[in-house]
């Protein structure tokens, strides 16, 4: 384009020579000038405007470059007020202070779980048994013993007792983790009657004899963790306790005298409460198994429902053992816990308590409680219950026996 613009103008000035020289008279060399004259003259005026124009653009050009500029500036001195402002901020304690907060939020809805729970339980466990009362206060029947009270009472002036034991074993190992001291009475005709069958129902009468029982298991479980002691072979035993002993400030006191004066067996004894005694305990009951846990005794829970517990609040009371029954649990682990089944055990061991499960009656079941990483269990398929071992009895008036026969 810049070329026909040239071409153009060397024509014009061509004209203009032939139009000098046949017009105005002039000589070739005249004309000839006239034309050179011409071209340059209107090159040079085009030269001078190019160059104008293209002066104006860069001119323009520098003016939009420093507009950019300019916005550039303010765009980075914004950017860097606001990377101050944020320096300035104490983003650390903020986020120590979010954290708190979402820790009290998730220790809140646990909690808030675990109450639902247990009033869900505490209603369908009303809903289910009749209650009967007894030292003025309801309590709740949770079984019909079929052996009359009168039978036991009779039983127990003849001393026609009988203490077995059933382990409590490690898995895979199946090594003895701690023994259950259960006491079974003779009726006569070779019937052996089990706890479920003779234990009294709460009431006046059957508290007394209630404590009478569970007096003369903590006498044998002292006797038989003391034998084990000076035999060089240590055993930690189990033994049941109900609110019958504990609501009897007199029993208690009696008790503790015994362990008092057995201090260095304390740490291998555990007192057994059913589950849901123990979330009945009253202000009285509270405080009489605070002074038990006092002189080192240990507490189990067993017959538990549920496994949505404040478990740093029951490791603080003393609880060291809580036993769920296998068949429940394994048919629904989730109605015991949100957790997983394969990490219910090490979330319960973090705060030193021992979860056992309980009633295990075939192999099959060990082989699903090694899938879930249980670590304890207890049941016939493991160790029955039975008589303690002979040459671990004694003789003498201390009749101490110490493990059970596999």
Same mark, same amino acid.
């Given at each position: ?19 000098? &020289?046949?017009?105005? #008279? ?11 004259? #011409?071209?340059?003259?209107? !090159?040079?005026?085009? *030269? ?50 979010? *954290? ?7 220790? !809140? !809805? ?13 209603? #369908? ?31 127990? %002036? ?6 077995? !034991? ?12 701690? &023994? ?16 479920? %069958? ?6 006046? *009468? ?29 055993? =930690? ?10 609501? %009897? ?8 005298? $015994? ?15 059913d589950h849901a ?7 009285? *009951? ?12 240990? $507490? ?32 629904? +682990?989730? =109605?015991?816990? %949100? ?47 039975? +008589?303690?071992?002979?040459?671990? =009895?004694?003789?003498?008036n201390d009749d101490?026996?110490? #493990?059970a026969t596999n």
């Amino acid at each position: 384009m810049q070329g026909l613009v040239y071409v153009f103008m060397g024509l014009c000035g061509l004209a203009i020579g032939v139009a000098g &020289y046949y017009l105005l #008279a002039l000589t070739p060399v005249e004309s000839t000038l006239l034309a050179i004259l #011409a071209t340059l003259t209107a !090159v040079i005026v085009h *030269e001078q405007r190019l160059r104008r124009r293209a002066e104006k653009r860069l001119e323009k050009g520098i003016e939009e470059l420093g507009r950019l500029l300019s916005t550039d500036a303010q765009a980075g001195q914004v950017l860097s007020q606001r990377v101050n402002t944020l320096v300035n901020l104490d983003i650390g304690s903020r986020l120590d202070v979010m *954290e708190a907060d979402m820790s009290v939020l998730g220790t !809140v !809805v646990r909690q808030v779980a675990e109450a639902v729970s247990e009033l869900e339980s505490s209603r #369908a466990t009303e809903a289910e048994a009749p209650t009967a009362g007894g030292n003025g206060k309801a309590a709740i029947i949770r079984h019909i013993p079929t052996v009359p009270l009168h039978t036991v009472k009779m039983a127990l %002036d003849e001393g026609r007792l009988l203490h077995h !034991v059933q382990p409590v074993v490690t898995l895979p190992q199946r090594k003895i983790h701690a &023994y259950e001291l259960v006491l079974r009475l003779m009726l006569g005709k070779g019937n052996i009657a089990d706890p479920p %069958d003779y234990m009294p129902v709460r009431n006046a *009468e059957g508290d007394i004899v209630l404590r009478r029982i569970e007096r003369i298991l903590a006498d044998e479980a002292v006797k038989i963790v003391r034998r084990g002691r000076l035999a060089g072979n240590p055993v =930690r035993l189990l033994t049941r306790l109900s609110l019958a002993t504990l609501s %009897d400030k007199s029993a208690v006191d009696q008790l503790i005298a $015994v362990l008092a004066g057995n201090r260095a067996v304390t740490p291998d004894m555990c007192f057994l409460l059913d589950h849901a005694d123990f979330g009945d305990m009253d202000r009285l *009951e509270t405080d009489m198994l605070n002074r038990l846990v006092q002189q080192g005794i240990t $507490v189990g829970l067993s017959s538990c429902h549920s496994l949505r517990l404040d478990f740093a609040g029951l490791a603080g009371r003393g609880v060291r053992y809580i036993a769920v029954d296998a068949v429940e649990f394994l048919g629904n +682990p989730t =109605r015991f816990s %949100d957790f997983h089944a394969s990490d219910i055990n090490d979330y319960v061991a973090r705060f030193g308590i021992n979860l056992v499960m309980s009633g295990i009656s075939n192999e099959q079941q060990v082989l699903a409680l090694l899938d879930d990483g249980i670590k304890l269990a207890q049941g016939d398929a493991l160790g029955p219950l039975g +008589p303690l071992r002979e040459d671990l =009895r004694d003789d003498g008036n201390d009749d101490l026996r110490s #493990a059970a026969t596999n």
